[in-house]
């Protein structure tokens, strides 16, 4: 490489020669040759290359077209005419009319790709005409020669389905229990965060209630944990059936379970903690000319915007369902023991469940089926 007063370099090939006498050299003669042009040319055909093997690394695993600048596909594979919902031979189709790429919810014009940076394992969504939708890994490059008139892109699409549902799979166990499919602990608690973050602009507050099983212990121990374990998880179905679509339902681990009800007020929830309450009584499991149930206690406490945190929430409405004294007037508890709750709850008209409607959900409505319309006490009709 040889630097020279004006601005950049020129590569150079320089051959030196020395010139000899017999009894001494008098000096070297020295050719120099621009061979910058050539070198550019080399790296030009490297850069091609190296597209080339980009394209070549993945032909086997799925579609690859090329189109012009107008959006026209010069090339495909069988694969990616499958992608498009079109025939075997898919040249000549305008590929940005033939699909909709929507990258997060973002539809990706065919000007976004013709002035964009190339790209590399974006993943996309691709809908073609026949509605199909396809999670896709797209790689995407720019082929320019002669000019723009010249320029071609090539599409890379490669189906990513299976990742993404192992992706999906992964998330879903990182949240949630196994055994009963209810929220784990981790997200119940992501969940009560954004409760407590709400909390200030809430007319009627959320309610946290606590759920501990009673005599559980002796159905693993005299059914075997095959009875256990199906004794929870119809106790989940008993929980899940009870609320809203807009309450959350967990199980926290071993025999306790969480639910949260935004919106809802503690009347409210007291009747609904006494449904669930002689629900959760009622259920039997038949097992070897047996039966086997449980009884719960339940513990409730608002949610409150001067909560420092979940662990204190939680705490409060866990000290409710434990303790024979709840310790003030924000805390309930429905006692597990033949119907008793501390402290005295009216006993409700009929059976209680959350309507699903958005409006209805926000207002703590609750659907009654004994046939008395009842009362209306602070906004909200008492069951």
Same mark, same amino acid.
């Given at each position: 490489m040889l630097t020279h007063r004006l601005p950049g370099h020129v590569w150079v090939d320089v051959i030196t020669s020395v010139i000899d006498l017999p009894d001494q050299a008098i000096g070297t003669i020295t050719a120099v040759r621009d061979v910058t042009q050539e070198m550019r040319f080399?790296?030009?055909?490297?850069?091609?290359?190296? !597209? #080339?093997?980009s394209i070549l690394d993945v032909l086997q695993e799925g579609?690859? @077209?090329?189109?012009?600048?107008? $959006?026209?596909?010069?090339? #495909?594979?069988?694969a990616a005419c499958s992608f498009l919902a079109l025939d075997d031979d898919c040249v000549g189709h305008n590929f940005f009319e033939s699909v909709t790429i929507r990258h997060d919810n973002e539809e990706l014009l065919y000007e976004t790709f013709l002035a964009g940076d190339e790209i590399d394992n974006r993943y996309v969504t691709l809908e073609n005409l026949a509605g199909r939708i396809y999670d896709i890994d797209l790689t995407m490059l720019h082929l320019? *020669?002669? $000019?723009?008139?010249?320029e071609r892109?090539?599409?890379? @699409? !490669?189906?990513?389905?299976? !990742?993404? *549902?192992?992706?999906? !799979?992964?998330?879903?166990?990182?949240?949630?229990d196994a055994l009963t499919q209810l929220l784990n602990r981790r997200a119940f608690t992501a969940s009560?965060?954004?409760? @407590?973050?709400? #909390?200030p602009g809430q007319p009627v507050?959320?309610? @946290?209630?606590m759920i501990d099983l009673d005599h559980f212990k002796p159905v693993n121990d005299e059914g075997g944990h095959l009875v256990g374990d199906d004794l929870l998880k119809r106790l989940a179905e008993v929980f899940k059936q009870a609320v809203r679509q807009s309450d959350t339902v967990a199980r926290l681990g071993g025999d306790e379970f969480a639910i949260l009800l935004p919106a809802c007020g503690m009347a409210r929830a007291e009747t609904l903690a006494e449904s669930i309450r002689a629900k959760v009584q009622a259920l039997k499991i038949e097992h070897d000319g047996r039966q086997f149930g449980v009884t719960v206690c339940i513990g409730l406490t608002p949610v409150s915007a001067h909560d420092n945190g979940p662990k204190e929430v939680m705490a409060r409405a866990d000290e409710a369902a434990t303790s024979p004294n709840p310790g003030g007037p924000e805390l309930r508890s429905i006692d597990c023991t033949a119907? *008793?709750?501390?402290? #005295?709850?009216?006993?409700?008209a009929g059976r209680a469940r959350c309507l699903p409607e958005q409006a209805e959900r926000q207002q703590g409505k609750y659907q009654v089926e004994g046939g008395v319309e009842p009362p209306v006490i602070d906004g909200f009709k008492q069951v």
């Open positions: 080399e790296r030009a055909i490297r850069e091609e290359q190296q !597209r #080339a093997d579609g690859v @077209l090329m189109v012009d600048t107008e $959006g026209a596909i010069r090339y #495909a594979n069988g320019r *020669r002669g $000019g723009e008139r010249q892109l090539v599409f890379v @699409l !490669r189906d990513d389905s299976e !990742r993404r *549902r192992e992706e999906e !799979r992964l998330s879903w166990e990182a949240t949630h009560l965060l954004k409760a @407590l973050a709400d #909390a507050p959320a309610v @946290l209630m119907g *008793r709750r501390r402290p #005295a709850l009216a006993k409700p």
